[in-house]
Every structure is written in structure tokens, then in C-alpha cells.
């Protein structure tokens, strides 16, 4: 039967292929494609507000609540701030470090830094969370640090500005940013230092042979070739932080993100059709960044 099923398979590569790919397919997209069809078909449904029952007529009623109520909005566009403000620091922290590691560090050195960078990929995310809030505790390492440097009125400062401050790190939209940007940051650096390794070294020389400054060089020349890592890096960082939940709800102050929304909508408050609108904008903010960034060569870095 196998010699029969192998004969019959010969010369039929396209079968084959198509064959060995129909169970992953079917899979993807029962159980991942058609479960987030049916979420998103409840956005077009509504609450009853006397049964507190959904109501299977479709409406655009969900989506008025949601871009309409101002606590809705606010909670979109907290959610879209820190995911802005945590590619940017991530873009930020992670190119000096990934530039030395593709064009400056000799091959025990790089490896070693690789392996740095992926360590703490390897660990629950879970316990990193959790440590983290203990870090950032009141009485945690950080403010520890703070007060044997002398430096404890730097610090009672940061957590006095409004909107980002707290009563301490672990309880202020400035710990959950230290969060996120130390999660999502092996991200932003692998990708990075893919597209400056590509980068060709006589053009840095010749760029120089030419006169220019390091600053020009670096303008000029190296970041706008190391653009599609950049891209690629806050593909991730930018869609991670977007859609986390868990991130908001142990570490930072009080107020809901878009995640947190969606995990309590179709769990405690039962509206599913709320929670499945609020999916909809990470849906449709991603769209529009991966367009954006296969504009920008991304897709070349990855």
C-alpha cells in the first residue's frame, strides 16, 4: 500500500505539497480564523439594554458606543499613545546596541551578545512581569538604588509628573513603559542588527573619504539603510503592545487599555459585541502599520 500510495504520489508535487499543507490549513482556519470571524461578526450585534442579551440584528450601534462614550476613546488612544511611545524607546535604546553588534564586536563577543539579547525570550513572561513589579515596588531594588545614590528626590520627581507618575513605579504608566520596553526590546534589536549587518562597509568609508561628519554618515547613509530593520522591529513592539493585557492589569496605574477592555467585556460584563469592536481597532491599526511598513522595506529585514 505504501509502495501503491508512493508510485502514485511520484511526479506529483504539487499534489504532495498540497497535501502536506491541507491539515496546518485547516487547522489555521477553523480554529483561528473562523473563531476571530465569528468575534469580529459580533461587533455588528448589540446589547439589549432591558435583557442585557445580544441581540443578533445588524447594527452599527456597537461601534457608535465605542467611538462616541469618551471613556471608550480615552482608552483607545492610551493604548495607542504607549504603543507609540514604546517602539520609539525601543527604536531608540536598540540601535546602538545592535549597531555594534553587526558592525563592531569580533564572533565570540556578537555571539555572546546574542545570546544576551534572547535570554530573557527564554523565560516565563509571567515571572518577568511579577519581577518586574517587585523591581519597581515602593521598596523594591530601584527605589533602593535611588535612595543609596542620594538621588531619591530625582526619583519622587518622575513620580510626580502628572499623568506618567504614581505613588511608585510599579503603580505608574511610566513603570508599565519600563515594562514594556524591556519585554519587547530583543524585537526591535534582532531585526536591527539583520539590516545593518547587510549594510556595506565601503559606503560608510567612501562616506567619509567624502568628507562627511560620523553625524552626516550616520543621517545619510547608515540610517536610512537600516530603515527596513527599524520597520521590521516596530512591526513587533508596536502589535505587542497594542494587544497586551496582562502587562496593564499587574504593573502601572490605574485606567483600562485596549486588551484589558476585550479580557473583561466577554468575561465579567458579558458584552461581546463591545469586546468584539475593540478588537477591531488593534485589527485595523495593525493593517495600516504593516502597510505602512512594507512601504518602508520591513518585510525585507525580517
Known amino acids: 500500500m505504501l509502495r501503491a500510495a508512493s508510485r502514485f504520489l511520484h511526479g506529483r508535487n504539487a499534489f504532495y505539497v498540497s497535501l502536506l ?3 496546518p490549513l485547516l487547522w489555521l482556519g477553523t480554529a483561528y480564523l473562523g473563531s476571530l470571524f465569528a468575534l469580529l461578526a459580533q461587533s455588528f450585534y448589540a446589547i439589549d439594554e432591558f435583557t442585557a442579551k445580544v441581540v443578533p440584528e445588524l447594527t452599527l450601534a456597537t461601534y457608535r ?3 462616541t462614550q469618551p471613556a471608550n476613546v480615552d482608552i483607545v488612544l492610551r493604548t495607542v499613545a504607549m504603543a507609540f511611545a514604546v ?3 525601543c527604536g531608540i535604546v536598540a540601535f546602538p546596541v545592535a549597531n555594534y553588534m553587526a558592525r563592531h564586536a569580533g564572533p565570540k563577543i556578537k555571539a555572546l551578545l546574542y545570546v544576551g539579547v534572547m535570554l530573557p525570550m ?3 513572561y509571567l515571572v518577568k512581569v511579577y519581577a518586574w513589579r517587585l523591581i519597581l515596588a ?3 531594588i530601584v527605589a533602593w538604588g535611588f535612595d543609596a545614590a542620594g538621588a531619591t528626590p530625582v526619583l519622587d520627581r518622575l513620580l510626580a509628573t502628572p499623568v506618567v507618575g504614581g505613588p511608585s513605579l510599579s503603580s505608574s504608566y511610566l513603570g508599565m513603559f519600563i515594562v514594556f520596553v524591556y519585554m519587547w526590546l530583543p524585537f526591535m534589536i534582532l531585526p536591527l542588527a539583520a539590516a545593518l549587518e547587510r549594510v556595506p562597509a565601503s559606503l560608510l568609508q567612501a562616506s567619509a573619504d567624502l568628507g562627511a561628519r560620523p553625524g552626516q554618515t550616520f543621517r545619510n547613509v ?3 539603510l537600516a530603515l527596513p530593520g527599524l520597520a521590521a522591529g516596530s512591526v513587533f513592539t508596536f502589535s505587542l503592545t497594542l ?3 496582562i502587562i496593564p492589569s499587574v504593573v ?11 479580557y473583561q467585556l466577554q468575561g465579567t460584563a458579558g458584552n461581546l459585541p463591545l469586546a468584539a469592536a475593540f478588537s477591531v481597532v488593534p485589527i485595523v491599526l495593525i493593517g495600516l502599520y504593516l502597510t505602512l511598513a512594507r512601504r518602508l522595506g520591513a518585510f525585507d529585514a525580517l
Open 21 to 23: 499543507l491541507l491539515p
Open 65 to 67: 458606543q465605542l467611538f
Open 87 to 89: 517602539t520609539t524607546a
Open 122 to 124: 527564554w523565560t516565563s
Open 138 to 140: 515602593k521598596q523594591g
Open 222 to 224: 547608515l540610517l536610512p
Open 243 to 245: 494587544g497586551d493585557y
Open 252 to 262: 502601572g496605574a490605574p485606567g483600562f487599555f485596549i486588551g484589558m477592555m476585550v
